[in-house]
């Protein structure tokens, strides 16, 4: 069974309703995102002249209305649907595979969770069930019966009397409590700062629309400048690189709305001997507090104990960006000579191929990625009252897989066994297409599946869920 296409799958799912919950948390009073203007019937008109759909709005005012109308939104819950075609062709021959997710998922103080995967090809079909819960995460996985899956029939013998389904339980860790955690929310809320986002009209009210991947590289380039100065500075200390422009730009965007104190109730998530070493927070802002750690005396004792080699600084910041790094990694690292700038932009130079090897991977075809293509991008879609409905997500992956090229000892290419010479690896290229679509759409009363009678394993045998 492929459990690595479906484990992608179920994990991408709970991945994108985390997304969700996140991107539409209500914030607190003071993160700024209150109505920034526009058209209280859901701006369909501007000056009195009618705004046609398919218009792209570039009025800053009317922009930031849909900015806030997400910030604000405040959903109980969510169902969700997504299909991922996989599809690789190596001359005349062409193998598919179709993978289906449905789910829901109810937000709150806790989060919960359904998910159901099915993975049906050539080899026949598969699923994939997962249960997130506050008491942990449920599973179950195995080969369908037929050529397709059906989720109701297999939801239905979970809690069969004689040889039912039985599930496998996880300790789901601090993953509901993150997800429920107020900083955590507003943290990957406010991401969505750091991308251009697109605001166009549509048939029924608006849409909100991110190219992540162009996101991503326009971020990195913004990075080349922070990581230009440290190649040029193999001094620069912990404080001298949040120092930098780009820097403490993104913080500030990332910690928006987000208080001190909530920041340190996500760090509790933490090791207990290594949060009870945070001090005390109040509901100052988060950035503040992050950086007076770097700047406090007594927290840094408390954390390296003054010992070697951190007795000869007094404060994080103090801390040369060279040693940081080496303590990380666990070995001496010279910054200087990984030539970051560089190295950075060539990452941006090849993240479209890296993406599509990333994905292709999944497909357990192995080779050298070309002629990759990849497109990825999130929408949210408004009413005309600019309450939130929904978001989608589309993603493409495209690209030739040529096998590694194989060399006998000598380095002459090898021969078959009539004398001529092997095909080439262009020959020998698989064409791989990979597509995505999952949307969401938000719900007060999202119905998850009760899972009272099912059974699951431990280790003296089967318990059932009370």
């Keep these: 069974m492929k459990k690595k296409l479906l484990s992608f799958a179920l994990s991408g799912m709970l991945a994108f309703g985390a997304l969700f919950s996140f991107s539409a948390c209500k914030p607190q009073s003071g993160s700024g995102s209150g109505n920034a203007g526009g058209n209280s019937t859901g701006g369909s008109t501007n000056n009195n002249q009618t705004i046609k759909p398919g218009t792209v709005i570039t009025d800053e005012t009317a922009k930031s209305s849909i900015f806030s109308a997400l910030a604000e939104a405040d959903p109980a819950g969510l169902t969700y649907a997504g299909t991922v075609s996989l599809s690789a062709a190596q001359g005349a021959q062409t193998h598919t595979q179709t993978i289906a997710l449905e789910g829901a998922m109810l937000l709150g103080k806790s989060v919960s969770a359904d998910v159901s995967v099915s993975l049906e090809g050539e080899e026949g079909a598969q699923y994939l069930l997962g249960f997130l819960r506050e008491s942990g995460a449920y599973f179950a996985a195995g080969d369908a019966e037929g050529e397709t899956v059906d989720f109701q029939a297999l939801k239905a013998q979970l809690k069969a009397e004689e040889e039912p389904l039985v599930l496998e339980k996880e300790d789901a860790g601090p993953l509901p409590a993150i997800f429920a955690a107020p900083a955590a929310v507003k ?221 006998d000892d000598g380095g002459a290419s090898p021969e078959n066994g009539n004398g001529d010479p092997v095909k080439t690896a262009a020959e020998d290229a698989t064409k791989v297409h990979i597509g995505l679509k999952m949307n969401a759409t938000c719900t007060s009363a999202p119905q998850l599946f009760d899972l009272r009678g099912c059974k699951y394993r431990t280790e003296s045998g089967t318990s059932e869920i009370g």
């Design 187 to 407: 943290l990957l809320k406010n991401t969505t700062a750091l991308f251009d986002g697109v605001v166009t009209k549509t048939e029924g009210g608006y849409s909100l629309s991110f190219d992540l991947l162009e996101g991503a590289k326009n971020f990195l380039k913004g990075a080349e400048a922070v990581a230009g100065a440290i190649d040029e500075a193999e001094t620069m200390t912990v404080t001298g690189l949040v120092s930098q422009k780009f820097v403490g730009d993104t913080l500030t965007n990332l910690f928006r709305g987000i208080t001190a104190k909530e920041l340190a109730s996500l760090a509790e998530l933490l090791p207990e001997e290594l949060s009870s070493l945070l001090p005390e927070a109040d509901d100052g802002s988060a950035k503040d507090y992050l950086l007076g750690l770097l700047r406090s005396g007594d927290f840094y004792t408390k954390v390296t104990g003054g010992e070697e080699p951190w007795s000869d600084y007094k404060t994080f910041g103090e801390v040369p960006l060279s040693k940081a790094v080496s303590f990380i990694a666990g070995e001496e690292v010279d910054l200087s000579a990984l030539k970051l700038k560089e190295t950075l932009s060539k990452f941006g130079e090849e993240l479209e191929n890296k993406l599509a090897a990333l994905l292709i991977d999944l497909l357990s075809i192995e080779g050298e990625v070309g002629e990759e293509n990849v497109d990825l991008s999130l929408a949210f879609s408004f009413d005309e009252n600019k309450k939130l409905l929904g978001l989608t997500l589309d993603a493409l992956a495209e690209g030739a897989v040529t096998p590694f090229p194989e060399q």
